[in-house]
């Protein structure tokens, strides 16, 4: 059972990702899943995160209005739309999921991927 995220890459103040994750093994349409960054230094946090049924979904603050998490379930992937990138959001990107339903609780996510990074140029 794992998760593989991709998507990231280079791109300029301003510009758009859109990262991909995929669960391998087993469904995962009944897990909460959520992205997840690491920015050299810093402690990883939540990103944005969304219930296995797609109702509800959390942001933080920093990407509100900017991110937009989606699922497929039928597919098992997760996504995440970026938009308006800032050097800000230079970090690598991981995807997660859990059972228990929890959205921001990291140390609730059970099945983690091997990261993307993204880098945006000022």
């Known amino acids: 059972v794992q998760l593989q995220a991709s998507g990231g890459g280079l791109v300029q103040a301003g510009g758009s990702l859109r990262l991909s994750c995929v669960g391998f093994?087993?469904?995962?349409?009944?897990?909460?899943m959520g992205w997840f960054r690491q920015a050299p230094g810093k402690e990883r946090e939540a990103v944005a995160a969304?219930?296995?049924?797609?109702?509800?979904?959390y942001y933080a603050d920093s990407v509100k209005g900017r991110f937009a998490i989606s699922r497929d379930n039928a597919k098992n992937m997760l996504y995440l739309q970026m938009n308006s990138l800032q050097p800000e959001d230079t970090a690598v990107y991981y995807c997660?999921?859990?059972?228990?339903?929890?959205?921001?609780?990291?140390?609730?996510?059970?099945?983690w991927g091997q990261g993307t990074l993204v880098t945006v140029s000022s």
């Open positions: 969304i219930t296995g049924s797609g109702g509800r979904t």
């Open positions: 093994g087993r469904t995962f349409r009944y897990d909460a």
């Open positions: 997660a999921a859990n059972r228990i339903g929890v959205l921001t609780d990291r140390s609730q996510y059970e099945y």
